[in-house]
């Protein structure tokens, strides 16, 4: 087991994706030379998935959300970050879908969540505006420049959500909350979650640029994965 930051235990997406490629076993020439068939291309989410572990373990672990100090004042910080970071990413990706791009367009048709934390944070009495730390809205057409790059940004937004399920069911438990009470936004799709997540891959799939293209998908995902780690970690308190 390799170094892992104090406090964290363990990585859930780690052990989650534990698995690896089957070996190919090759055919034998004549001349007793062994020919391996060509690997498969990796598919666009297998690209995202493995290229942003590292990311998503340390992201993980620095948030460290599961630990056993974690109160509901911690939440409502938590919360309140969040906040400070989906207002402005959603703003910029309605104004990006209002200008024609297919990828934002998927995500602010049923996809967004903004409410979600706004009704969380009246739940739990914590007023939101104004509050210096919001991420500021004119980083993101620079950071999210193209429709690939923005792919990667809303895999890695709709993914969190596979883990909300995880943090939602541990919350429930140790803060006494439930969706109207200040979960709502870590209850995410709910009993619709996986065919949301589908969809997203699904759709992940369809817009595959294919070739040099597909490097800007994987900019976008790890870029997202930085700015969420700055915004929610790195933020003052
Ligand atoms: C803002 C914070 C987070 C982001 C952006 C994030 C992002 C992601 C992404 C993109 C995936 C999809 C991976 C795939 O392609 O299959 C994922 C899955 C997952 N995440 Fe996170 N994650 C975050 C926080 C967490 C935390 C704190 C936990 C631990 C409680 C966690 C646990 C998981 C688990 C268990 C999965 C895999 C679920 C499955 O395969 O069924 N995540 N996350």
Not at 72 to 77: A, S, T
Not at 78 to 99: C, I, K, M, N, T
């Amino acid at each position: 087991m390799g170094h892992q930051p104090a406090g964290c235990r363990k990585h859930l997406l780690f052990h989650a994706a534990a698995g690896g490629q089957p070996a190919r076993s090759p055919t034998m020439t004549g001349a007793g030379h062994a020919v391996y068939p060509p690997a498969a291309a990796p598919s666009l989410h297998d690209l995202l998935r493995a290229g942003t572990t590292p990311e998503h373990r340390d992201l993980e672990c620095a948030l460290n959300l599961l630990r056993a100090g974690f109160r509901l004042e911690d939440y409502r910080r938590l919360l309140v970050h969040y906040h400070g970071f989906y207002l402005p990413f959603e703003r910029f990706l309605q104004d990006s879908a209002g200008r024609q791009s297919t990828v934002a367009r998927f995500y602010c048709g049923g996809r967004r969540k903004l409410s979600w934390l706004e009704q969380d944070l009246r739940a739990l009495g914590v007023a939101v505006a104004p509050y210096a730390a919001y991420m500021a809205e004119q980083r993101f057409p620079a950071l999210f420049p193209s429709e690939e790059h923005i792919l990667g940004a809303i895999y890695v937004i709709e993914g969190s959500m596979l883990g909300g399920a995880v943090l939602s069911k541990h919350f429930r438990k140790h803060l006494q909350i439930e969706a109207e009470t200040g979960l709502r936004f870590f209850s995410g799709y709910g009993p619709e979650s996986r065919e949301k997540w589908l969809e997203t891959l699904q759709f992940l799939e369809s817009r595959d640029p294919g070739g040099p293209l597909r490097i800007h998908a994987l900019d976008g995902a790890r870029r997202m994965f930085v700015l969420l780690r700055q915004h929610l970690v790195d933020a003052p308190a």
